[in-house]
Each structure stands twice: as C-alpha cells, then as structure tokens.
C-alpha cells in the first residue's frame, strides 16, 4: 500500500476554506484515495474518495491531479465543529478488492472562533 | 439506531486478566473490521472477516488475541492474559465488500490494563 504523508496539525478560522494536501508519491494504478475524519473519542468516519480530478460531496471535495501523486482535500467554511483529525488513505479500497485501512498519522484541524 | 455498536464502552482490568468484547455490525455488511488504536496514533488494522471467514490477521495480532464471528453477524475480539500495552482503544468497523473503503466504525471499547 502506498505510504502518505500528510502535515501533522493545521489552524483555521471559523469561515474560512481549508485545504489539507496529503502526498502518495508511490501510488498504484488501482489505488484509490480515501480520507476519514475523527473526533476525540469517537471512531474515524468516511468523509470521501476519488480516483482522479475532482470528486464532490455534501461535506468536502477532494482534487487530485493527473499524476496523482498528491491530492487535497478541501473543506468549505468550516466551523468550530470541524476539529477534528484528518487522515489520507491510499489503497485498492472499492467493490470487492481490498479490505483493510491503513492509516498514518492524519492532520489535526484546529478551527478557531 | 443502526449503526456499530460496541460493548462494552470502557473496560480496566487486571494484568493477566481475560477480556471479550463484543461488536454489533450494521445488519446488511458482510465485513467486519477490528482496529486498535492508541493516543495519538491512527488506527491500527488488526483483522477482518467476510460473513464468517477471517480473511485476513495482521501480525499485531498475537497469539493471546482471537477473533470470532460465529453467524456472520456480531464479533467477539478476545484478549487472555492481558499486558499494559495492550491499553487502547479497539474499534469495530463494517461494510459492503463491494464498498470496503468506506467502512463505519463504532465507539471503541476503551481498554485500560492496571
């Protein structure tokens, strides 16, 4: 599985749009990108995932360039409740491949009033 | 609800104790994952199954730990003579094999070796 690297911790403010770019330089053909959210004491919860340019959701986006050797996660406006940790995941993860996750460190978001 | 649950939510326990805790998975995923964690790490895989297949076991899982899921249903993740590393928090997540990388996971069950 491909490693990640990703920054151990970021600031925001409330409103603003932040941008957490993760990098997965040895990324397979069939790997896809995932991220996970957690908060304190709770398990991580699936926030996105996406193969190449631009995949969206109700909560975030993920872009992922076309050599696919890195990939952002964007939050729009985030708020106080987005405090949490953000972790990249690289790996043959869809239909009936794969299975396990493989998680690093993750970002931590600290988002201030 | 019908998410994960796990039971219990804190357990402490004597070194050299036995301990089982329980994973209820939501009712139409065919796999079930266990992980453990600990502060300030990201979660650990250490096995999973497919119905009632354990498919896979990761090498942090030692001998004095077990894993069952006798129906494909529920999980059991056992410990037996527990050591104070093994204090963590063990996470139970779920999903379609057709979607594994979008697993939901449960509370935890938060495991204190005294």
Redesign the interface.
């Known amino acids: 599985l491909a490693k990640t690297t990703q920054p151990i911790s970021m600031d925001s403010y409330e409103g603003q749009e932040v941008n957490i770019t993760c990098s997965h330089n040895n990324i397979a053909t069939n790997d896809?990108i995932?991220w996970y959210q957690q908060f304190p004491?709770?398990?991580?919860?699936?926030i996105i995932?996406g193969y190449k340019t631009k995949v969206t959701n109700e909560v975030a986006s993920l872009f992922i360039p076309a050599d696919r050797k890195s990939s952002t996660l964007s939050l729009p406006r985030v708020s106080l409740s987005d405090t949490a940790?953000y972790?990249c995941?690289v790996?043959l993860?869809?239909?009936?491949?794969?299975?396990?996750?493989?998680?690093?460190?993750?970002t931590e978001l600290s988002v201030k009033p | 609800d019908t998410g994960?649950s796990q039971d219990p939510r804190h357990k402490i326990t004597k070194r050299g104790q036995n301990v089982t805790f329980r994973c209820d998975p939501i009712s139409e995923h065919n796999?079930l994952?266990w992980?453990r964690q600990t502060l300030?790490?990201?979660?650990?895989?250490l096995t999973?199954f497919?119905n009632e297949a354990q498919?896979?076991k990761?090498r942090l899982l030692s001998d004095r730990f077990s894993a069952e899921r006798p129906k494909g249903s529920f999980s059991t993740l056992e410990i037996q003579r527990t050591e104070q590393g093994d204090s963590a928090m063990y996470?139970?997540?779920s999903s379609l094999?057709?979607?594994?990388?979008?697993?939901?996971?449960?509370?935890?069950t938060r495991l204190t070796v005294t």
């Open positions: 896809y995932t004491s709770q398990g991580p919860r699936f995932q940790v972790y995941l790996g993860l869809i239909y009936n491949q794969g299975g396990k996750l493989i998680f690093g460190q993750g | 994960v796999r994952y992980y300030g790490q990201g979660p650990e895989f999973y497919q498919l896979e990761s996470l139970c997540a094999s057709r979607g594994a990388g979008e697993q939901y996971f449960g509370p935890g």
